[in-house]
Structure formats: structure tokens, C-alpha cells
């Protein structure tokens, strides 16, 4: 079982640019939830997919959005990149709402 | 909304040592689970161990066990025997109905030799 996949690992990023992080959950999960986490801090909810639709979203703007298709692998993309941006991307993965299993993370910096 | 405090930023303990490391949370709902998760420095979350909220039985895995007062909401992890490999940052994070998982600040752990 390969677990919970992420990529790229690392990312450099223009302001005002636009990035897409990709994740393929663990085998036999059909839900995502993205997260990120800036340096020092705790993971802060981006939103969940489940059935190819956002269900849940936290507190971050428009600019950020996703998508899942029908093998549960999941996209995050960012317009308009700000310096602010910059954290480390996880992706977890779960059966609906049971134990979350995460990746490694995406890192991404924005110059 | 639900909230997390992990009071402890940063801790350090001796080898073979036990370490407490504390949590408290609020939520308004009665069932919900309770989580610790370990991010050591190659960056992947971990699940620690977990508990129920109905459970009045301690979790316990291993060298790790939990402390659960639900009248308190608080829920410390208790690390027995420390090993190098301990070294990490640990957060508590509660689930619960439709939320998603909620994380606190997290506390640094190391362990030295």
C-alpha cells in the first residue's frame, strides 16, 4: 500500500503566479482534506472533497480551490500567489469520516 | 467552532525519561474523537494514537498513552521509555459531527541522549 502521495515535494513560485498540488490518497479512501501549515504552526483546514465535491471549507479565499476526481485523487491549485502563500501543503486522506492518513507534503515557496 | 491549546510550545526530556505533554480542547458535541498526531522533521503526520470520546477507558499504544478528563476537556500524552526517534512536534486535534480535523499549535519534543 503506497499510503497517502503527494506532488511535487518542493515548489518555487513568482508572485502572481499560479501552482496545482496534486495528491492520490490511500488505497480504499474516498475522501481528501487539504491543509496548510506555515512555518512553527499547526495545520490550518483549506477544504475536503468527498464524491467529487468540496463538502467543507475552511477560511481561506477564492483563490484557493480544488477539485477531486473519480479515482479520489485530488488537485489544490492557488491563483494569484501572494509571499504569504508560502507553507507546506498536506493532503490526508480517509474513509469518509474516519482516521486521517497524510502525505508528506508539498513545500512551497513564493518569491 | 472547535479550539485547541497546547500550553507546552517547547519540551525536552532525557532518554528513556517519560514525558507528559498537555491538551485541552472545546467542542460542543458529546461524541467526538480526540487525536495525536507526531510530525518529526521529514514533515509526515503520524498518528500517534486515538481515542473515543465515549470511551472512559484510557487509549493506550505502546510506549504511548493518554490521560482523558471529558469533563475537563483535557487530553495529555503521556510518552514512556523517550527514544531519540520521539523527537518531534506533537499535536492534539479532536474530530467531530461534520468538522474536520482541528489542529493546535503543536508542541516541540526532543529527546536527548
Known amino acids: 500500500d503506497a499510503g497517502v502521495t503527494q506532488s511535487p515535494t518542493h515548489l518555487i513560485k513568482t508572485r502572481g503566479q499560479q501552482v496545482t498540488l496534486r495528491c492520490s490518497p490511500k488505497?480504499?479512501?474516498?475522501?481528501v482534506s487539504w491543509y496548510q501549515q506555515a512555518l512553527g504552526q499547526g495545520p490550518q483546514f483549506i477544504f475536503q472533497?468527498?464524491?467529487?465535491?468540496?463538502?467543507q471549507r475552511g477560511n481561506f479565499p477564492d483563490r484557493f480551490s480544488g477539485h477531486q476526481y473519480p479515482n479520489y485523487s485530488s488537485e489544490l491549485n492557488v491563483n494569484a500567489l501572494l509571499l504569504g502563500d508560502s507553507a507546506l501543503y498536506l493532503c490526508?486522506?480517509?474513509?469518509?469520516?474516519?482516521?486521517?492518513?497524510f502525505g508528506q507534503g508539498t513545500r512551497l515557496t513564493v518569491v | 467552532a472547535q479550539t485547541v491549546t497546547q500550553s507546552q510550545p517547547e519540551m525536552s526530556v532525557q532518554e528513556a525519561e517519560t514525558v507528559t505533554l498537555s491538551c485541552t480542547y472545546d467542542?460542543?458535541?458529546?461524541?467526538?474523537?480526540l487525536f495525536w498526531y507526531k510530525q518529526p522533521p521529514s514533515r509526515q503526520m503520524i498518528l500517534v494514537i486515538r481515542?473515543?470520546?465515549?470511551?472512559?477507558q484510557n487509549a493506550t499504544e505502546n510506549r504511548f498513552s493518554v490521560n482523558f478528563q471529558k469533563a475537563a476537556k483535557s487530553f495529555s500524552l503521556k510518552i514512556s521509555d523517550s527514544q531519540l526517534g520521539d523527537t518531534a512536534m506533537y499535536f492534539c486535534?479532536?474530530?467531530?459531527?461534520?468538522?474536520?480535523?482541528?489542529f493546535g499549535k503543536g508542541t516541540r519534543l526532543s529527546v536527548i541522549a
Open positions: 486535534a479532536p474530530l467531530s459531527g461534520n468538522t474536520p480535523l482541528v
Open positions: 488505497s480504499g479512501h474516498d475522501t
Open positions: 481515542q473515543e470520546a465515549y470511551k472512559q
Open positions: 467542542t460542543s458535541e458529546n461524541n467526538y474523537y
Open positions: 472533497y468527498y464524491e467529487e465535491e468540496e463538502r
Open positions: 490526508a486522506s480517509s474513509l469518509r469520516r474516519g482516521e486521517a492518513f
